[in-house]
């Protein structure tokens, strides 16, 4: 299998504005570029690394067409993304965001047509739905849907029938320590409240992801929206805020690769990407309980090209493509068909896929319907 070669797993760093739904970053080689307008730009630019392409690959695509995806950053590699067009000839134009509050605002103020695809959450079903944003996916279009393991398509609470997304990857947060700098023994949240940590902190900017934290290091479910729970929660955060140095959803690996923070609540893929750059760099599942949530690839009810948006969920979900995102990015993937190409030295760290006894302590998302904005308000007090 080759080796990742997406400059963002290790080159970039990316800036994501906050606005209207046409902002689309296109990532080249380290350099931004800011397009506003996705038709008319995204038309004469090639995305990814590669040279630009020829006038007659530009006239296939646009006899193939366009698809409109929204996505986390760094979640995606590039040249898999120009590998789809090259076999296509579709054209695709990407909105990233780095928090699932920003995507949420970008669907919900944007016309329903926006967007073919949206990387979710199973916690943001229940609003999708009955705002008539995401359709039932019909699988029988989908070759490649047996490669996702029965496990993992399947949500009780959401999506019994696995009729409104396919699973793509699973972030789970850990503590991430750079032994090298931090020799003290931490083993949960409540390690970082030690005062010597001062502005030592790079966090991931998901609002659910961070009160959580604030929530199980208090004892309380991740979901627990009560009025006592959240007070408990927003006592450890104000205890926590002055060791925090930095909220990052785009990178948070890099202020811990450069050396700017020994500590961060970040990813564990973010994680494991971190260690190949300084070995020093190590993760630890808290012992209070884990933040996991699955998010999910769904096809909107009044997307434009929806046709292509089943060309590309059936490439995402074969087994080679599949691992190479893992290779780029290597989150919980629920691919079993990819993950047996992956090998021991994948399913063997840690990092990329979860222990069998962290899983005792992880703590699902649910939805939280309107109570949502009471967690949103706490992150948004924590920032300022």
């Known amino acids: 299998m080759k080796e990742c070669k997406d400059a963002q797993a290790k080159a970039c760093v990316f800036f994501v504005p906050q606005g209207g739904s046409q902002e689309v970053i296109m990532k080249k080689c380290g350099k931004r570029v800011l397009a506003f307008g996705m038709a008319s730009l995204l038309g004469g630019l090639t995305m990814g690394c590669g040279s630009g392409g020829s006038s007659d690959a530009g006239s296939a695509q646009a006899d193939a067409g366009e698809l409109n995806l929204i996505i986390w950053t760094e979640y995606l590699p590039e040249d898999l993304v120009e590998k789809f067009e090259e ?219 929806i046709d292509n948006a089943y060309k590309f969920l059936d490439f995402i979900m074969d087994a080679e493509n599949s691992a190479y995102i893992s290779k780029c990015y290597p989150y919980f993937n629920p691919n079993t068909a990819a993950t047996e190409l992956l090998g021991e030295e994948y399913t063997s760290n840690p990092m990329k896929v979860i222990p069998d006894d962290v899983f005792s302590r992880v703590e699902y998302l649910t939805d939280i319907g309107e109570d949502a904005s009471k967690i949103v308000d706490i992150m948004n007090n924590l920032k300022m």
Request: hydrophobic share 35%; aromatic share 10%.
């Open 87 to 305: 076999e296509t000839g579709i054209q695709v134009n990407i909105t990233y965001y780095s928090s699932s509050d920003e995507m949420v605002a970008k669907v919900t103020s944007s016309p329903k047509d926006t967007y073919d695809i949206i990387c979710d959450g199973v916690q943001y079903y229940n609003a999708f739905r009955s705002e008539g944003i995401i359709d039932e996916i019909d699988t029988d279009r989908l070759k490649n849907i047996g490669n996702i393991g029965e496990q993992y398509r399947y949500n009780e609470t959401y999506d019994p029938e696995g009729k409104y997304g396919i699973p793509y990857m699973g972030a789970g947060t850990v503590i991430a320590v750079n032994t090298d700098v931090i020799k003290d023994d931490i083993t949960g949240y409540k390690d970082l409240l030690n005062p010597e940590y001062k502005d030592m902190i790079v966090s991931v900017e998901d609002a659910r992801a961070v009160v959580g934290m604030g929530l199980m290091a208090q004892g309380y479910n991740i979901n627990d929206t009560s009025d006592e729970a959240l007070a408990a929660a927003q006592d450890f955060l104000d205890e926590l805020k002055p060791n925090i140095h930095a909220f990052n959803g785009d990178s948070p690996k890099t202020l811990m690769i450069n050396g700017e923070c020994p500590i961060g609540y970040i990813y564990a893929a973010e994680c494991a990407l971190a260690q190949e750059e300084n070995p020093a760099i190590q993760g630890i599942w808290p012992e209070e309980g884990v933040y996991f949530g699955f998010d999910e690839l769904s096809i909107t009810k009044e997307g434009k090209n």
